[in-house]
């Protein structure tokens, strides 16, 4: 484009002074539509805006200063709104820089699929844990929780081990150092059954109790395909007048069908726990094999999944020094205890309980 002078004006008065900036700005306008590369833009600007030889100094000399002392705002602010209008193309112009092979370059295939958000899932082994209370919830009992950090009493001595019994060797622990001032009885341990629940639930209330306790606990066990040191139980009590062991096994009979099948069968072996006289192990018969014999009941049919028993005397005489009406003269009931890991791993075909643990999304988004 030539740069054709600013001719002077020869009247200041309104529609001439619209006249004369209209044309400018569409020379403008037309000046800005052509401005193939940043080198046509950059001209632009020396040539409107340049500070000596430009437009746009030209005008403000030729129209402004020239102009009488009455037609100056009105001047001043025409040449304002053209001013603005020059240095908007000049922003657009520079702003639609890129060339069209350089926005190839950076264009977005919005047809490509986005970023996916992963919804989170419950854990196999919390869903196996709701499961578990779920049963027992439909049948009236209520859900507890106990620390996980139990004092010697809880976790021992109210459960029927006395100090120095040899059954507390089976339940080895981590305990919290320095306390060797306090009695043993206030010594704090990480509890290794959910078991202490059951004495901290009676102590709370009288009977009838129907509970369920899911809980985390910790033994002394070395870490193997089927054993880990930190696992999961859910503990099971039940107190009323005239509990007997049918209703235990009719409870147990019923849950086990109701987590595993209806066909699934259940055989109550003679056990030993400090808390429960008598005690059981309950056997199921084999989901794997329909209890015909597999390697994984190791030919037996029958897979054992938990201990249970009636509550011994001597845990409610303990639950009595707090509420008198665990009087096992007047009332009696059951307990059960099951290792949540073990009923998930045979649930969901599991062989490694480190699965659990290792936080591998490729295992976990399996239970999504
Ligand atoms: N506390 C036992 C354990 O950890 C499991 C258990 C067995 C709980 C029998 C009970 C029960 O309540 O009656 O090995």
């Not at 046509?40 to 000399?61: D, H, I, N, P, T």
């Not at 209008?85 to 919005?110: C, H, K, N, S, Y």
């Not at 084999?286 to 190791?298: D, L, T, Y």
Request: charged letters at 25%.
């Amino acid at each position: 484009m030539t740069n054709e002078a600013i001719p002077d004006l020869p009247e200041f008065n309104d529609s001439a002074l619209d006249k004369a900036f209209a044309a400018l700005e569409r020379r403008a306008t037309d000046d800005a539509a052509a401005l193939p590369s940043p080198e046509a833009v950059e001209a632009f600007r020396l040539r409107w805006l340049g500070r000596k030889q430009g437009l746009l100094s030209e005008v403000s000399s030729r129209w402004l200063k020239a102009a009488p002392p009455e037609a100056k705002k009105p001047v001043g602010e025409r040449f304002k709104t053209l001013k603005e209008l020059v240095e908007r193309l000049l922003d657009q112009a520079a702003g639609a820089g890129p060339t069209d092979a350089a926005l190839a370059a950076e264009a977005i295939d919005i047809t490509l699929p986005g970023t996916r958000r992963l919804t989170g899932a419950e854990h196999p082994i919390t869903r196996t844990l709701n499961e578990i209370t779920q049963v027992f919830a439909a049948l009236g009992y209520s859900v507890g929780v106990g620390p996980e950090v139990e004092t010697d009493y809880y976790n021992f001595e109210s459960m029927n081990f006395p100090p120095g019994h040899p059954a507390r060797d089976t339940q080895d622990t981590l305990v919290v150092a320095n306390q060797e001032r306090r009695p043993l009885r206030d010594r704090l341990l990480l509890r290794t059954h959910t078991s202490p629940v059951q004495m901290r639930t009676m102590e709370q209330q009288p009977p009838p109790v129907r509970i369920v306790i899911p809980g985390k606990v910790h033994r002394n066990d070395a870490a193997d395909a089927t054993h880990s040191p930190i696992f999961h139980q859910v503990e099971g009590l039940c107190v009323d007048t005239n509990i007997t062991f049918s209703d235990l096994k009719g409870t147990l009979d019923h849950a086990m069908k109701a987590l595993f099948g209806s066909s699934v069968k259940t055989r109550f072996f003679p056990s030993f726990f400090p808390f429960t006289e008598p005690s059981a192990d309950v056997q199921i018969s084999c989901i794997f094999c329909g209890g015909n014999g597999c390697r994984k009941c190791k030919q037996s049919g029958w897979i054992e999944l938990l201990g249970c028993g009636m509550v011994d005397p001597a845990v409610f005489a303990f639950a009595a020094l707090k509420q008198p009406a665990y009087d096992p003269r007047k009332i009696s009931g059951f307990a059960f205890g099951m290792g949540v890991e073990r009923i998930a791993m045979m649930k969901y075909g599991i062989s490694e309980i480190g699965q659990f643990y290792a936080g591998d999304m490729r295992f976990l988004g399996q239970f999504a």
